[in-house]
């Protein structure tokens, strides 16, 4: 019996967690959406506002990565509770996703530094 409510307190947190995760895309879109207007409405030269706008896409790879790794998080304790083949592989896509997004946000801003 008990065992059952910590398993439904765990689907549940599962649940929020995913929320959570699409939560701060739409904070990331929506803080890089008006930051882009911003830019496009105040520099008086492209390459600043391409600038800036370059910096705001990095930027929102940072929330996307962030947004992946609670998902991750919400993955790990569903595989957990239901160690099917389907959470493990859902599971294992989400990392590697999340892992060619950071490979190539870091070669992005690195690059992005030596300019």
């Known amino acids: 019996m008990i065992l059952l409510e910590f398993k439904g307190i765990l689907q549940a947190l ?19 959406f008006v930051g ?29 990565l962030f947004s992946l790794e609670v998902l991750i998080c ?13 959470h493990i592989l859902s599971l294992s896509a989400i990392v590697i996703i999340r892992t060619v997004i950071s490979y190539f946000l870091n070669k992005e801003i690195e690059s992005e530094d030596k300019t």
């Open 36 to 64: 882009f207007i911003k830019a496009e409405l105040t520099c008086k030269k492209r390459s600043l506002a391409t600038q800036k706008v370059l910096m705001l896409k990095n930027f929102l790879g940072i929330y996307i």
């Open 74 to 86: 919400a993955d790990i304790i569903e595989s957990i509770l239901d160690p099917s083949l389907n």
């Open 14 to 32: 599962v649940t929020i967690l995913e929320w959570l995760s699409i939560i701060i895309i739409i904070y990331g879109v929506m803080i890089q």
